[in-house]
């Protein structure tokens, strides 16, 4: 690196004899110092600033302080707010801890049922999937939530833990950590509810689609929100809505009861008063999981007088 034509800070030529050692090079002799600390500092360990030249340490912690405050900027907007002196989030915690219970079920299932691509035999899997009418005629409201960490096959929980990561990481940032477990959870549980308003009662359904597909929502409204290019998103969601339509056996139910209570969840977010922020966004979140769950138990009540057959290897059931 050359050096500075006008240093700051030069000693005069008549105390050259008498140089300071850079603080980081004690072997070498030099005149220049750091405009922001004063250390003493070689031509190689000076980096050009706004104002004269800094050290290298100095530039990296004006570049720490300036992430900081970018992303506390974000977070304000989302109502995420840091408190004072805190530091602020650097990577994703509850996005990996997620992935790890969905991996950790998958392998529980397929040891029980000896068979990593038939591991709906298991019986944890079949105690857990949604499916209607257990719960109508056994009570069995845990399906509801369980289901969301169970999968059919090793493709099916890769596919879904990649777009887990991909996109909770980003919004888990954004948002912190317990708004983004709200988004995840209530997004959950739209597209069970979804599936148990609107589907065949008499079929079992599994997999975090319906969570996912919220943080899908979420990011669109996101995007929108802060006028960035949403054509890369628009792309990943007509994308996924072609697959949801064209491959058998998915829950296009699902994965439409999340994307759109995730999209509510956001908008609820980003347009809550600034005044009492957090209790506007959690009371909206709230409001959003009462609803649901108040549309599934007058769902119950129609199901009641429910009757189911076996034909073949189906089951039919009729309200």
């Not at 030099?30 to 050009?48: F, I, V, Y």
């Not at 995420?80 to 529980?108: K, Q, S, Y």
């Not at 708004?179 to 959950?188: A, P």
């Amino acid at each position: 690196m050359s050096q500075p034509p006008y240093p700051p800070h030069q000693d005069p030529p008549q105390q050259q004899a008498a140089l300071p050692t850079c603080w980081w090079h004690p072997n070498r002799q030099t005149g220049l110092r750091c405009t922001r600390c004063e250390r003493p500092a070689c031509p190689d360990c000076l980096r050009e600033a706004s104002v004269g030249y800094q050290c290298i340490d100095c530039v990296q912690s004006g570049q720490r302080q300036q992430r900081a405050q970018q992303g506390q900027y974000r977070r304000a907007g989302f109502g995420a707010r840091t408190a004072a002196g805190a530091r602020p989030i650097e990577r994703p915690i509850v996005t990996p801890v997620l992935i790890a219970i969905n991996v950790l079920v998958f392998i529980l299932t397929a040891a029980q049922a000896q068979d990593p691509m038939n591991n709906g035999a298991a019986q944890l899997h079949q105690d857990g999937v949604l499916w209607p009418i257990a719960i109508v005629s056994g009570d069995e409201w845990w399906r509801l939530i369980t289901s969301g960490f169970l999968h059919y096959g090793l493709l099916h929980v890769a596919m879904n833990m990649f777009a887990l990561w991909i996109l909770g990481r980003d919004l888990e940032m954004l948002l912190g950590r317990l708004r983004f477990t709200g988004l995840y959870f209530v997004s959950l549980l739209g597209g069970s509810a979804a599936v148990f308003l609107f589907d065949d009662i008499g079929k079992a359904t599994a997999g975090a689609s319906g969570a996912i597909y919220g943080l899908l929502g979420g990011i669109l409204v996101a995007v929108l929100k802060l006028r960035l290019k949403a054509t890369p998103v628009l792309l990943v969601i007509g994308l996924n809505a072609v697959l949801t339509l064209s491959i058998p056996n998915i829950s296009w139910l699902g994965h439409l009861g999340g994307f759109v209570i995730g999209a509510l969840i956001m908008l609820a977010m980003l347009y809550a008063p600034e005044k009492k922020r957090g209790a506007w966004q959690g009371g909206a979140v709230a409001l959003l999981a009462v609803a649901l769950i108040g549309l599934v138990l007058l769902r119950d009540v129609q199901l009641a007088n429910a009757t189911c057959t076996v034909i073949g290897n189906q089951l039919v059931c009729t309200s």
